[in-house]
């Protein structure tokens, strides 16, 4: 099962407490680790957190080199035992515009774990849905272009196959904490025929247990994709 969250709310979490919006941040990141390590154990197998959108840039430029450190920091602290937990990382979004650390850091890590089993955790930074597929569609064009793809060939599958999230599947649920109810350019395209969740509680209040709510809701709900799925009846206890 693939679980796509979009972890928001950090800055509210922190102004309505009197703080600075990167304290939130800086609880935010802490819960990262927690909900890493229960989604195995709740038979979660990819794990996708929006960290930092496309559009995010656009904040103060503090608030955004606060998330670039809180970042480096995460990436520092968590290195080893990522993969020693077995867990993949992946990292979706374009990378270009990021630290030049950042990136090595990025890049050791994806090498290191890409044989991990347990997990594939895609850390989505600098992502954008409508940005990946504006890049998907710049390499499917340059292999049209060099005669190497007919352009009849190109279908759903060749699509996916050239998003950063290729070989994935498409997440089966999307959370978004903080209460808004949009995908804020989350999963555009893979996101098609996602169930999504929207709770009330900020990340930094996003638990184990609200998670794992979260879950049991989603399992008993019916995906349909289209087609017309019969429930099954209801067993009565009664004769
Ligand atoms: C989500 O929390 C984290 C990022 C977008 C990086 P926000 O910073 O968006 O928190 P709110 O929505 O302002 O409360
Ligand atoms: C979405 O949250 C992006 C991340 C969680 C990384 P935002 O806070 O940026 O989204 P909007 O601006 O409320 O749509
Ligand atoms: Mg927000």
């Known amino acids: 099962m693939h679980v796509g969250i979009i972890m928001d709310g950090n800055g509210r979490w922190a102004t309505e407490r009197g703080l600075p919006r990167l304290m939130g941040h800086k609880r935010g990141a802490n819960?990262?680790?927690?909900?890493?390590?229960?989604?195995?154990?709740?038979?979660?197998?990819?794990?996708?957190?929006?960290?930092?959108?496309?559009?995010?840039?656009?904040?103060?430029?503090?608030?955004?080199e606060g998330i670039m450190k809180l970042f480096r920091g995460y990436l520092q602290?968590?290195?080893a035992a990522?993969?020693?937990?077995?867990?993949?990382?992946?990292?979706?979004?374009?990378?270009?515009?990021?630290?030049?650390?950042?990136?090595?850091?990025?890049?050791?890590?994806?090498?290191?774990?890409?044989?991990?089993?347990?997990?594939?955790?895609?850390?989505?930074i600098n992502y954008g849905g409508q940005d990946e597929?504006?890049?998907?569609?710049?390499?499917?064009?340059?292999?049209?272009?060099?005669?190497?793809?007919?352009?009849?060939?190109?279908?759903?599958?060749?699509i996916s196959a050239h998003l950063d999230t290729a070989g994935q599947p498409n997440p089966d649920l999307i959370i978004r904490t903080a209460g808004e109810m949009r995908?804020?350019?989350?999963?555009?395209?893979?996101?098609?025929?996602?169930?999504?969740a929207f709770v009330e509680e900020s990340w930094p209040e996003f638990t184990v247990?609200?998670?794992?709510?979260?879950?049991?809701?989603?399992?008993?709900?019916?995906?349909q994709f289209g087609a017309v799925i019969l429930k099954p009846a209801k067993v009565s206890n009664k004769a």
């Open 183 to 196: 995908l804020s350019n989350f999963m555009t395209w893979q996101g098609a025929y996602s169930e999504l």
């Open 31 to 64: 819960r990262v680790k927690n909900i890493v390590k229960a989604s195995s154990e709740l038979g979660v197998d990819t794990l996708t957190l929006y960290a930092f959108s496309t559009e995010n840039w656009k904040r103060a430029a503090h608030e955004v």
């Open 209 to 223: 247990e609200v998670y794992t709510e979260v879950l049991a809701d989603y399992r008993s709900r019916t995906r």
């Open 133 to 158: 597929l504006v890049r998907a569609m710049r390499k499917i064009a340059l292999k049209a272009v060099s005669g190497s793809l007919l352009v009849d060939d190109i279908d759903a599958d060749t």
């Open 82 to 124: 990522l993969n020693a937990n077995n867990v993949r990382v992946c990292f979706i979004g374009d990378p270009t515009p990021l630290a030049a650390d950042l990136r090595e850091q990025m890049d050791a890590l994806t090498n290191l774990t890409k044989n991990n089993t347990l997990l594939t955790l895609n850390v989505a």
């Open 77 to 79: 602290n968590n290195f």
